[in-house]
C-alpha cells in the first residue's frame, strides 16, 4: 500500500524560490544575496518583485557572509544563498565568527547540499555541511524534504531572530506534504505510526523512508517514519517517544554518517535509552560524478537500503 | 575638541593602555599605541555616536580586533563604561577580553579573527544607503590583515554598490606579528592597489592629529566612491623602547618598563 501519494515533483530549491518571491510581498525587512547563482537558487521571483533588496555579490563567499552580518547588524533579514559546499565550509570562519558567535540575524540558504547534484562530482557535492553548521553554538539546522516544506521553512525562518543554516537539493522530488503547511522549527512531524522499527529521516531521505516503510510493511513490518527536517535543535521528545515503543531505529540522511543527523540522534540516545540503531548515510567519502539516481543507489542512500538497515535493528533487537 | 586637547587625550590614552595591559599581563601594545591617535580622533571627532544603542549612530567596527585595549580605553573614556571595569580584563568572567565583543556598550560587532570587519562594515554600509541614511561606516584594519583575500573581496563589492558612506582605515606601521610586512607578505603598492579596485585614498601621517582632522573633514574623498586612509603609523608609538620592534606586537612591560615608558609620556 501507498502511505502517501503525489501529483508532481519538484526540486526542493524550487520552493526555496517560492518561498522567497512570498517573503518579497510579505517581509520588507528580508534582503537576498547571492554569490553567482540566481537561476540555480531559484531567486528570480524575489528579484522580480524587489531589485532594490536583492545584492549579487560575485563568486566571493566569504564577502557575502560578511555582508550579510553587517546587513543583519543595520537591523536586515539578510538570506545568503550559494551552494551548499561554498555556503559553508568555504566560508566556515566567516559563519563562525560573524554569524554565529557574533549571534547575528543571518540566514545561510544552501542549494546542492550532498550528493544529489549528480554530474558536477565530488567538488560541489558536500556531504559535511550539516556536521560543519550543528557544531556551531546557536546555528539552527533545517533539512526540508519537499518543495512545499522547502518553502514554509523559507518563510518561517524570517521570524526566528538568529542564525539559520537552511539546506536544500537540485533533483526533482515527489511533492507529499501540505501545500501551504505551516512550518514548526524543531518540531518533528510523524509521518507513519508504526511499532517495530523507528525510521529518521532528513532531506530527500524522507521520500524514501517512507518507500522503506512500505516494503517493510509488505514484509510484515510496521515502520514508524519520522521527518526530522530540523536537526539542531533536534526534538528528543518526539524521538525518544517512538524508541520507547518500536525498541530500535535507524537514521537516514544525504551526509556523511559522521557527524550527521544519526549522530545526533544517538548522541541523545546514548545518554537516556540506547537500543540497536543503524545508520544511512555516507560512510566517510567524497561523492562522484553519476546520476543522482545511480549515485544514491551506489552510497545505499536508498529505500532498499533502508529497509536492509531497518531489518538488521530489528534483528539486533 | 580642539587640536591641543586631542593631543593631550592622546598622550592620556596611551599611558592608560600600558597600564591597563601591565594590570592584565597581557595585551597588544605595538598596534594599540599604533592606533590610538586613529581612535582618538575618530571617537573625539568624526563619530558621532550620542549614546552606544541610538539608531541614527555612525558605526565603527575595529577589524583588528587584538588591538583591543587601545579601544577599551577610548569607549571608558566616551562614558560607555566605568573605566574602573576595565581592572578585570582578561580574568576569569569578565566581560573585557582580549577581543571586541558586542557585550561591551559601543562595540559593534565580534571580531578578533582578520578579515572579516571591511565585509560587515561594507554590509552595514550597503544597509544605510538603502534605508536612505546618512550615518557614516568606518573600520581600522591590520597591515598584516591586509593578506586576507576577504579584504580585497570587500574591496570590490564596496566599489561596486558605490559606498562612498564607507570609510577604511589601515594601520600601516610596516610591523606584524612575524616581522616586517615587507618580508612576511608585502602589500606595494597598497595606495595603487587600492586605487585600482575603485576606492579614493588619501595617505597621512597616523599619529600627526591636526593631519587626522583635515583628513577624516574630507570625507567622502570622492561622491560615489568609498573612502580609504593610508595612516603611516608606528607600532610601539611613543615609548622609544617599544617603537618599530616587532616583539612589543604581544609585550607586556615590566613594572620598570612600565615606569620608563610612563616617564616618557609625561
Same mark, same amino acid.
Given at each position: ?11 526542493t ?28 537558487l ?5 528579484i ?5 533588496? $536583492? ?30 559546499? $561554498? ?95 505551516? $512550518? ?15 525510521? $529518521? ?60 543527523l ?52 530489528i534483528?539486533r533487537? | ?33 599604533s ?13 558621532r ?20 585595549e ?14 574602573e ?12 577580553i ?42 581600522i ?15 570590490m563589492?564596496?566599489a ?22 615587507? /618580508? ?33 573633514? /574630507?570625507l567622502p ?42 616617564a616618557?609620556?609625561?
Open positions: 500500500m501507498a502511505f502517501f501519494t503525489y501529483e508532481t515533483k519538484k526540486d530549491r524550487s520552493g526555496f524560490g517560492a518561498g522567497m518571491e512570498y517573503l518579497s510581498q510579505h517581509n520588507p525587512n528580508v534582503v537576498a544575496l547571492c554569490a553567482d547563482l540566481i537561476g540555480s531559484k531567486l528570480e521571483g524575489f522580480k518583485n524587489s531589485p532594490e533588496r $536583492f545584492f549579487q555579490t560575485g563568486i566571493a563567499e566569504a564577502n557575502m557572509i560578511g555582508i550579510s552580518a553587517g546587513l543583519a547588524v543595520a537591523g536586515k533579514i539578510p538570506y545568503a544563498t550559494t551552494f551548499a559546499n $561554498f555556503g559553508t565550509g568555504r566560508v566556515y570562519d566567516q559563519i563562525r565568527q560573524s554569524v554565529a558567535y557574533s549571534g547575528t540575524n543571518v540566514k545561510i540558504c544552501c542549494s546542492h547540499a550532498g550528493l544529489t547534484l549528480g554530474e558536477d562530482g565530488a567538488t560541489h557535492q558536500i556531504l559535511e555541511d550539516i556536521g560543519l553548521m550543528k557544531m556551531l553554538p546557536g546555528m539552527v539546522v533545517i533539512n526540508p524534504c519537499d518543495y512545499n516544506q522547502t518553502k514554509a521553512a523559507t518563510i518561517a525562518i524570517a521570524e526566528h531572530e538568529g542564525p539559520v543554516y537552511l539546506r536544500f537539493g537540485r533533483p526533482v522530488v515527489p511533492v507529499f506534504t501540505p501545500e501551504d503547511q505551516k $512550518f514548526e522549527i524543531g518540531k518533528a512531524i510523524n509521518l507513519i505510526e508504526g511499532s517495530d522499527v523507528s525510521i $529518521f529521516a532528513t532531506g530527500h531521505l524522507v521520500w524514501e523512508s517512507i518507500q522503506a516503510a512500505e516494503i517493510l510493511l509488505e514484509k510484515g513490518i510496521k515502520a514508524e517514519v519520522i521527518n526530522i527536517h530540523t536537526i539542531k535543535p533536534l526534538d528528543s521528545e518526539a524521538i525518544l517517544k517512538s524508541v520507547a515503543k518500536t525498541k530500535c531505529l535507524v537514521s537516514a540522511e544525504e551526509h556523511q554518517i559522521n557527524g550527521g544519526g549522530d545526533s540522534i544517538a548522541q541523545l540516545l546514548i545518554q537516556t535509552s540506547a537500543y540497536p540503531m543503524e545508520f544511512v548515510g555516507v560512510n566517510d567519502s567524497f561523492g562522484e560524478s553519476g546520476k543522482p539516481a545511480e549515485l544514491m543507489t551506489k552510497y545505499g542512500l536508498d529505500a532498499n537500503n533502508i529497509v536492509e538497515k531497518a531489518l538488521k535493528a534483528s533487537k | 575638541m580642539t587640536i591641543t586637547q586631542l593631543k593631550e587625550k592622546s598622550k592620556t590614552y596611551r599611558k592608560k593602555i600600558l597600564e591597563l595591559i601591565f594590570h592584565a599581563k597581557a595585551g597588544h601594545t605595538g598596534g594599540c599605541l592606533i590610538i591617535d586613529l581612535l582618538n580622533v575618530l571617537y573625539n571627532h568624526v563619530l555616536i550620542p549614546s552606544p544603542k541610538d539608531p541614527s549612530r555612525d558605526r565603527f567596527i575595529q577589524s583588528k580586533g587584538h588591538a583591543v587601545a579601544l577599551y580605553v577610548v569607549l571608558a573614556d566616551q562614558g560607555f563604561f566605568p573605566e571595569d576595565l581592572k578585570t580584563l582578561g580574568q576569569y568572567q569578565s566581560p573585557y582580549g577581543h571586541p565583543t558586542k557585550k561591551i556598550p559601543g562595540m559593534e560587532q565580534n571580531t578578533g579573527g582578520l578579515g572579516h570587519g571591511l565585509s560587515i562594515c561594507a554590509g552595514n554600509a550597503l544597509a544605510a544607503k538603502k534605508d536612505k541614511s546618512d550615518i557614516k561606516v568606518y573600520t584594519l591590520g597591515d598584516g590583515e591586509m593578506a586576507e583575500g576577504s579584504n580585497w573581496e570587500a574591496m563589492f564596496a561596486h554598490y558605490k559606498l562612498d558612506n564607507l570609510c577604511g582605515i589601515l594601520d600601516y606601521n610596516k610591523l606584524q606579528i612575524s616581522g616586517a610586512n615587507a /618580508q612576511v607578505m608585502g602589500l606595494e603598492p597598497i595606495k595603487q592597489k587600492i586605487e585600482s579596485f575603485g576606492w579614493s585614498v588619501k595617505e597621512v601621517d597616523g599619529h600627526n592629529i591636526e593631519e587626522l582632522v583635515n583628513t577624516f573633514d /574630507q574623498f570622492e561622491n560615489g566612491k568609498p573612502s580609504f586612509i593610508i595612516a603611516h603609523t608606528v607600532k610601539g608609538k611613543g615609548v622609544s623602547y617599544m617603537e618599530n620592534v616587532a616583539k612589543w606586537h604581544h609585550g607586556v612591560p615590566s613594572a620598570e618598563q612600565l615606569e620608563q615608558a610612563l616618557e609620556l609625561a
